[in-house]
């Protein structure tokens, strides 16, 4: 099975399966300055998923349902959110809580815990400045399936978050061939946190995202790779620049 991993910069990626079925992850757009493509440019997506209201990863979902048809993924106040601004709950957006697992095109989507802090900086943020309430973070874990055989495609993205115990029970329920983690310290886990979450998900192939974006979110991505492999030697770190695609299987 082939599947090609787009980064967009920060945490927003871009996911195209061997259907052609296009997923975009918490799609930061406009005003991200590690993102090179204009949101005028993004006409084709099946699935948009949000893992929490913060605007560097709620970002630009509304926009991009409303431009291609996406089916909106996300938690039960964000699709209450959205309702309100014209993407009607539950046939524009399919709402889901941690534990939940949904069916999209053909893709199975689990959503799974993320520890971070929350809150939703929606229009109203854009216009004035002003947050909402938030209901929580979450990840993801996106099954990609050939018909149900024994070359499914499992992919977890963290999405903003520590390192949690839990981490191993993931690890036991999804096995994920992929991980995608964030490294950026400050606002998340930093390289100790995501070598040590490497090792418990033992996928084949991790991603470091979620640095690099601003001063305090420079790091060194090699750094963490050698982190990882002092650890899981047999776990290859693939690091993207924006704009970036790694296709899997990778050599």
């Not at 291609?68 to 959110?81: M, R």
């Not at 989507?109 to 979450?138: F, N």
Request: glycine share 8%.
């Amino acid at each position: 099975m082939n599947l090609t991993i787009t980064w967009l910069g920060h945490a927003s990626f871009k996911i195209q399966d061997h259907n052609g079925t296009v997923v975009y992850i918490d799609p930061w757009i406009v005003d991200n300055p590690s993102c090179a493509i204009p949101l005028d440019e993004i006409n084709d997506a099946h699935i948009v998923c949000v893992t929490h209201g913060h605007f560097d990863h709620f970002g630009d979902s509304l926009d991009i349902v409303k431009r291609t048809g996406a089916k909106l993924v996300c938690s039960p106040d964000i699709g209450w959110y959205a309702h309100s601004k014209g993407v009607e709950r539950e046939k524009e957006s399919i709402t889901m809580d941690i534990g939940g697992t949904i069916q999209v095109e053909n893709i199975r989507i689990s959503m799974v815990q993320a520890i971070h802090t929350c809150e939703l900086y929606g229009e109203e943020w854009k216009a004035e400045k002003t947050i909402l309430p938030g209901g929580g973070a979450c990840g993801y874990v996106f099954n990609f399936s050939d018909s149900g055989s024994s070359s499914d495609l499992s992919l977890y993205y963290a999405g903003d978050t520590d390192v949690f115990a839990d981490m191993k029970t993931i690890a036991e329920l999804y096995q994920p061939h992929i991980s995608i983690l964030p490294i950026g310290d400050k606002y998340t886990m930093g390289f100790r946190g995501a070598a040590l979450a490497a090792d418990w998900l033992r996928s084949k192939v991790v991603i470091p995202m979620h640095f690099g974006t601003f001063p305090a979110l420079e790091q060194d991505p090699h750094q963490y790779a050698r982190l990882v492999q002092e650890k899981a030697p047999d776990i290859k770190v693939v690091i993207l620049k924006p704009g970036e695609t790694y296709t899997w299987p990778g050599a």
